[in-house]
């Protein structure tokens, strides 16, 4: 019985198996990845260039993902960049999806940061001329 074992285990280890059909990887990237305010709570302005390589086939969406806003559709390759105009106080996740799927094929996030973080106030909130 041992024998059949290890040779249903060479079997499975040396044939091609594809039990799971592969999703194709999907470079997704946004450029700059970082947005900077001057303080804390401004809006932040950057032009970003979000780059990306889809399949050849299939109908694709470049989305906000937090309210799904479409930025952008295109069919299979022939769209691979697109210059959006960022405007948040708030870091921001941008997807690729299928038209017809909701699910994300890959996402990246554009982050907002601030040179000051919160104006230097007295404790007491007191000032003295």
Same mark, same amino acid.
């Given at each position: 019985?041992? =024998?059949?074992?290890?040779?249903? &285990? ?5 044939? @091609?198996? /594809?039990?799971?059909?592969?999703? !194709?990887?999907? /470079?997704?990237?946004?450029? @700059? ?6 303080? =804390? ?13 889809? !399949?050849? $086939? &299939? ?5 906000? #993902?937090? /309210? ?7 069919? &299979?390759? #022939? ?5 959006? #105009?960022?405007? #948040? ?14 699910? !994300? ?5 554009? $982050?907002? $940061?601030?040179?000051?973080?919160? !104006?230097?106030?007295? @404790? ?6």
């Amino acid at each position: 019985m041992t =024998k059949l074992y290890q040779l249903v &285990g060479l079997l499975i280890f040396t044939c @091609p198996v /594809n039990v799971l059909a592969q999703q !194709p990887v999907i /470079n997704f990237t946004a450029t @700059p990845e970082q947005c900077v305010a001057l303080h =804390k709570g401004q809006t932040c302005y950057q032009d970003v260039l979000f780059q990306w390589q889809t !399949p050849a $086939t &299939g109908r694709f969406c470049l989305i906000e #993902s937090k /309210n799904r806003q479409q930025l952008t559709c295109w069919d &299979g390759q #022939s769209l691979q960049q697109y210059q959006y #105009s960022f405007e #948040s106080d708030a870091t921001k996740a941008f997807s690729l999806i299928r038209h017809d799927d909701l699910q !994300p094929l890959a996402e990246v996030k554009v $982050t907002v $940061t601030w040179v000051y973080k919160a !104006p230097k106030q007295s @404790p007491s909130g007191w000032r003295l001329f």
